[in-house]
């Protein structure tokens, strides 16, 4: 089997990439950096730049699926041109990929969409599945809205479309758990805003292998990617600090204190999002880390 990802570089792309290597499966990916470019014998690189609409066509040769990973960081101060940028190097990249495929011969099947939980509003008190759709009014609930459209094209020409919602992925390197670690092994951290806010979470070993079991299963639709037990700020939090063996002691830290650091961007320490993981179980995947003490017991004592 051959996969064309996009965003192969970044912290899922990487880890999904070595697992899908694992299983034998033949890997081209698309890059926005030419330095990045490799050419080993089941991983080969190609450049694309989807704001120019370039692409090299000969990536799509042999190629059965793509998984869709591209896009700007979000953990990036949102000024109003870098809000343009997270939304268009998701849309633009889909809409480059379609018009390849619409106008050339292929033999592609499915394509898998990462997408984001953060096109559920705000909730203390719902629990959402795939089947809410009075999605959110903001900035990245417009994004995740029009990143699936822009996928959602590609059922157009045959080709079935999967969207993987995934929530705060827990990784070693990722940048929102390295931010969270600085300041409780310090003895300095604490809980931000009520504390309440619901974190769906999920450790990047259990993300990469739903992106591979969408792929195995030709899984097609909205699934979201969360460990089956979300939790609070406060008991993430506490549950790092008790990792490291420090205390939480300090208070609360309150939303007003953070926007003027990094202006609009505070909404994703804030805003709560309870995500169900029922649909992807009743698929038949069965999640290793199911609480959040053994994900951070995994990732920090490695
Ligand atoms: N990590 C999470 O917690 C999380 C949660 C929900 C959703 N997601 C979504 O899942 C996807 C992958 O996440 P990730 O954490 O692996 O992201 P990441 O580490 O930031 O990697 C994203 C990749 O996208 C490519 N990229 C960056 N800017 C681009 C642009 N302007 N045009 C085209 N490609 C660009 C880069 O690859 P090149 O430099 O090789 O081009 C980069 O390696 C992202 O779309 C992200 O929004 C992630």
């Not at 991983?43 to 370039?54: A, K, L, R, S, V």
Request: hydrophobic share 40%; aromatic share 10%; proline share 4%.
């Amino acid at each position: 089997m051959k996969v064309l990802i996009t965003g192969a570089t970044g912290l899922i792309g990487t880890h999904l990439s070595n697992l899908l290597l694992s299983h034998g499966i033949h890997i081209n990916y698309f890059t926005t950096d030419k330095d990045k470019i490799k050419s080993l014998p089941s991983f080969e690189g190609y450049y694309w730049n989807p704001e120019q609409c370039i692409i090299d066509k000969s990536a799509f040769i042999g190629v059965d699926a793509i998984i869709h990973l591209a896009g700007a960081t979000i953990a990036k101060r949102w000024s109003s041109s870098y809000k343009q940028e997270i939304l268009q190097s998701r849309v633009l990249s889909g809409n480059l990929l379609y018009k390849t495929l619409k106008e050339n011969p292929h033999q592609v099947k499915q394509i898998i969409s990462a997408s984001g939980i953060a096109v559920y509003p705000s909730s203390m008190d719902e629990n959402y599945d795939e089947n809410f759709t009075d999605y959110a009014d903001d900035f990245l609930g417009n994004v995740v809205e029009k990143w699936e459209n822009s996928v959602r094209l590609f059922n157009k020409i045959g080709i079935e479309t999967c969207y993987l919602r995934t929530g705060l992925v827990l990784a070693k390197e990722s940048v929102p758990l390295q931010k969270l670690l600085k300041p409780i092994s310090m003895g300095a951290g604490a809980a931000f805003g009520s504390g309440n806010q619901w974190q769906s979470w999920i450790h990047i070993d259990d993300a990469v292998k739903i992106y591979y079991f969408a792929l195995a299963n030709k899984l097609s639709g909205i699934y979201n990617v969360v460990a089956p037990q979300p939790v609070t700020n406060t008991m993430l939090v506490h549950s790092i600090a008790s990792q490291l063996g420090k205390r939480i002691i300090l208070p609360n830290i309150p939303q007003f204190m953070v926007t003027p650091f990094v202006g609009e961007m505070a909404t994703l320490l804030y805003d709560s999002q309870k995500v169900d993981a029922s649909k992807i179980i009743s698929e038949g995947y069965k999640f290793r880390f199911n609480e959040v003490d053994e994900a951070l017991k995994d990732l920090l004592s490695k």
